[in-house]
């Protein structure tokens, strides 16, 4: 018989911290994949944020540099500059991006830096301990929105795939899910194809995904995973919202 | 023909491959791995097909899969 699933050789053979359920590990291989897939490995450089992410040089078989909180792409920019043949990308939270780390994020994507970004919304700050983020539902109950997200207090959850798609310097942009075997092919296919941008110099490229935290969203790994395909695709529509390109 | 491999040490007991398999036959088992979880189990692997879908459906990269790829009747 042949094999026909194996783990990528970008990622490293050893246990994750992960809870049981969590998506953080599925993103993990599915971008240790696109990595074997276009061979980059040797010249990755993956940036780290803070969150339940940030052991991302325990995990991947690659150089790793670790930003201080939401300052990836920032970090991103100098190294994709001074290393210009180095692929680079960053992987961030939703506390990281769309919270502390919102003003890196909006101008490097408005520079439109040849770099990649993988978003990982989970709808909450899952590292410590489940405080509301920008991304969190209206209505959800987190550790300091105990009564629930208040639309009139809080806002509403942002849509970063969207708010970046309206940037000039952004080439593409995308929502994925991998809630389900069909979401998650479909992921695996955007993830290359972000890869892909930066591998021919099409400039900055996004991927959104959405991911369950069973542990702060207080779901068992089913349920968690559920809510991903439910409430949460509902607000934040899956799909592809920008492709430049012409391969 | 198909054929899975599950790494009973790795495997969180999460349960998403249970949801994810079309022939409905993976299950959690009774028993309890190092980390405390009760790793999936193969119910009859005979019926797998090896489309890989618990596999790629793992957040652990706890399951191998393989395939028999000689078949091809028309
Ligand atoms: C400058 C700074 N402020 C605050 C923190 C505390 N902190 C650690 S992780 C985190 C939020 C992480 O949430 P997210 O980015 O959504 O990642 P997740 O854990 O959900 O994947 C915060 C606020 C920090 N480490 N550094
Ligand atoms: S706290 Fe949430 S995001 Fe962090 S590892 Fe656990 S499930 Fe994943
Ligand atoms: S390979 Fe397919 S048929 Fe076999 S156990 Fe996995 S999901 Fe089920
Ligand atoms: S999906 Fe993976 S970790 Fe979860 S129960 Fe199945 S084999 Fe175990
Ligand atoms: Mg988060």
């Known amino acids: 018989m042949q094999q026909v699933f194996k783990r990528p050789v970008s990622l490293k053979d050893v246990q994750t911290h992960f809870c049981p359920g969590c998506h953080h590990g599925t993103i993990h291989r599915l971008v240790a994949e696109a990595m074997d897939e276009f061979g980059v490995q040797q010249r990755t450089i993956g940036v780290a944020s803070v969150g339940c992410s940030v052991f991302l040089y325990g995990y991947f078989d690659i150089d790793v540099v670790e930003a201080p909180h939401g300052r990836a792409p920032a970090v991103a920019t100098g190294v994709k500059r001074a290393r210009p043949d180095s692929f680079v ?73 969207e708010l970046l798609t309206q940037l000039e310097g952004v080439a593409f942009a995308a929502r994925v899910a991998v809630n389900n075997p069909r979401n998650l092919l479909d992921a695996k296919k955007q993830i290359k194809r972000a890869f892909r941008y930066q ?49 | 023909m198909g054929k899975i491999e599950i790494d009973e040490l790795r495997c969180k007991g999460c349960g998403l491959c249970t949801i994810a398999c079309p022939q409905k036959l993976l299950s959690l088992s009774e028993k309890i791995n190092n980390l405390g979880y009760t790793p999936a189990e193969i119910s009859d692997p005979s019926r797998c097909t090896g489309c890989a879908l618990c596999a790629e459906i793992c957040p652990d990269v706890a399951i191998l899969a393989f395939k028999n790829k000689t078949v091809a009747h028309k």
């Open chain 1, 89 to 161: 990308f960053t992987y961030q939270g939703d506390g990281d991006l769309a919270a502390i780390g919102t003003a890196e994020i909006i101008h490097a994507a408005n520079r439109g830096e040849d770099i990649t970004v993988i978003f990982v919304n989970n709808t909450t700050y899952g590292m410590t301990g489940g405080q509301m983020a920008p991304t969190t539902l209206v209505g959800q109950k987190t550790s300091t929105s105990p009564y629930g997200r208040n639309q009139a207090k809080d806002g509403a959850p942002i849509r970063m795939a």
């Open chain 1, 199 to 247: 591998v021919e110099g099409k400039g900055f490229s996004f991927i959104e995904a959405l991911s369950a935290c069973p542990t702060n969203w207080g779901m068992n790994p089913i349920a968690a995973n559920e809510r991903v395909g439910g409430e949460m695709a509902d607000y934040f529509k899956l799909g592809v919202y920008k492709d430049t390109a012409e391969f």
